[in-house]
């Protein structure tokens, strides 16, 4: 069973960056996407960005152009840079790990809190 461990959320005003951290302990498969997903109180779990194996990445349109995702291949580790940070960016992440034919791997989930 592959663990992910999460680090980096916390408290932060609007207009703030956080850089949320997540590593693997293994990834055993060519083909695998490794993304961030956010559920806010109250509402489903949902993803908000995506980074697959050969680096193409997937974004939720609210999140455009003030999130990056990225990977270090030979750490087994995902980053979210989370830049002009608003409060309906509030939410529990979870990082995940999504390989095909394999059951999908998650985070404990890390709290990101935007308010003034």
């Known amino acids: 069973q592959v663990q992910l461990v999460e680090s980096g959320g916390g408290l932060v005003q609007p207009g703030g960056s956080l850089r949320l951290s997540c590593t693997a302990s293994?990834?055993?498969?060519?083909?695998?996407?490794l993304g961030w997903y956010g559920q806010a109180p109250g509402k489903q779990r949902e993803l908000v960005a995506r980074?697959?194996?050969?680096?193409?990445?997937v974004y939720k349109d609210s999140v455009k152009g003030r999130f990056t995702i990225s990977k270090d291949g030979a750490k087994n580790t995902v980053y979210l840079q989370m830049d002009r940070l608003k409060p309906e960016d509030t939410a529990v992440y979870y990082c995940?790990?999504?390989?095909?034919?394999?059951?999908?791997?998650w985070g404990q989930g890390t709290q990101v809190t935007v308010s003034s």
């Open positions: 995940n790990l999504a390989r095909p034919e394999m059951s999908d791997s």
């Open positions: 980074i697959r194996d050969d680096g193409r990445t």
């Open positions: 293994e990834i055993d498969t060519e083909i695998y996407y």
